[in-house]
């Protein structure tokens, strides 16, 4: 049996351990072997704990940590203040072994800053990467990095996240030889900005990246590419767009049994039935089903849940992290990143 | 009665004639004082339009013009190479008063750069910037721009990006004291890139624009906002993202019905009628519906439409032409951005 020991930061995120705490209870009924280490004030913890599961509770242990690093915290000084607060607490606990992987829901530019410092980045990687793995519409799977770790990218980031993420698609989704493309406005070559186009100049010329050009934000769930790279910007916009656009459409289906009163009974069991079948056809694009991106380039797992995740949310998070740890992502990611990534100069 | 005589780029986007000729001939028919000058080779042109009705010709006008710009065309090259283009002669139309506004399918870069040259800009605005009015959760309406004209922005290009869109608002979608936010990914003071925050600074004192904060992505069709202010990079992404999206799942509700083959013939047609009236609830979101982006800030009206538009989407986009000429939106702009824009310093 594996070792497997997720570090928790239960303060992190919007709602603190209100969600942390039963999100993390869940993933431990649900994974018999998992062990917890729940980071955090007691005082907050402790209540939530009360009258819960003998079995379950014997598997977590409360580490105590008074700090917490504000959703809203600059970054810079946020790391600089950070020694005792939950969220270094938890990397810590990856970074001694204690732990196998580590679970935050709070500021992502802290962790992104504090999980360099603390567990450093594997050889070759300038800056991680917060990496998702979406369901698109050839029931397939598209690796789309950064989803906003990094706001500012020059080429050659772009170009490691580029290789980063077809490992990732290799390794992970068992994509042969996987398509690699650049998220810009336009597919010509003349479009976009500077740093994009240098990109593509150097994808072009890695021998080992089946790179296919650009592609627009409408592409990103057709599965045109299995690999969608940007800066951490547009990737962010691109998939809370996307994560707004299919609550909006999963809230009109929802909505649209309660708008005629004059349908008869069984009309409205007939589509109360119907509408289930939807909401579950689109249930694998509910967002809730895939919260967490894995901040890829480290020595170590880091996954990062959304800040306003809920229970269900929280807990996909936390399940992304067993399989992290499970597949030993960062082992394979950096053995072989060694045969892909293009020398530097 | 107005004078309503548009003039068409009949050459641009990915199909030319093939689909502006026959898009052409529906927004005749249904707006009886139509008129448009179609403007590109009359070789192409002429045999779509044998055998059609005659009334609708008589108010049809080719208007020869021999050179293309191309899709993948570098703007600066390509506006310096511009004389004889369809799009140069469709805007120098609108230039000399021949013609109220013009449509184009072409090239945006090329489109905006020309149009700001033929036509100018208003006084106090750097770069027109495309703007898009989008159908929101609140079954209210809105503003989101830059979509694409302009890649790299300034704060002060945001700023006014932000004071014309509040005047759009207020204007055609009719909403008192607009509520406006820059698109970040991030709601906290200090997200986002450099430009943003000090657009922020600005627009926070500003005492006509009633500045709400940072949104994000997943708020563009909420109506949290009812003026969106991004740089067209993102702008771009955020609005094809969503485009994308809408179009799976459209294409999922109409492939739910072929699932099962045991299904009984009645409710087969029960399952046909839900579908229909789901794909009518989400239509009006239907990328084709709302097709054509107003190019903002000049003194004259330019329509872009998508380079992919099929014939209704590029109806749609004349249709938008059709309405800006009847609302006088530039002039109206122009008239309210003296009051509002920024004295600048």
Redo the contacts between chains.
Sequence with gaps: MTNLTIALDAMGGDFGPRITVPACLRALASNPHLKILLVGQPDSISPLLANQNAELISRLQVIPAEHIVA?????SQAIRASKGTSMRVALDLVKTGEAQACVSAGN??VLMGLAKLRLNAIDGIERPALVSILPN?KKGKTVVLDL?AN??CDSKMLVQFAVMGAVMAEEIAEIDSPKVAL?N??E??????DNIREAATVLKSTPNINYIGYV???????GKTDVLV?D???G??????????????L???KS?TTENKKTSWW?KI??KW?QK??IK??GHMNPDQYNGASLLGLRGIVIKSHGGANESAFTAAIEQAVHAVERKIPERIASRLTTVLPKSD
Tied chains: 1, 2.
């Excluded at 010509?188 to 900005?193: I, M, R, T, V």
């Design positions: 959703n809203d915290a600059k970054p992502t530019g519409q906003g706001v500012n998220l406005i336009g010509e070559e003349s479009k976009g900005l627009e934000g409408n592409e990103l769930l057709t940007c951490g910007f547009a962010n916009v691109s998939l809370k767009t996307m994560e707004g656009v299919i609550r909006v459409f809230s009109l289906i649209s009309m007939l589509k119907l079948r939807l056809r689109f």
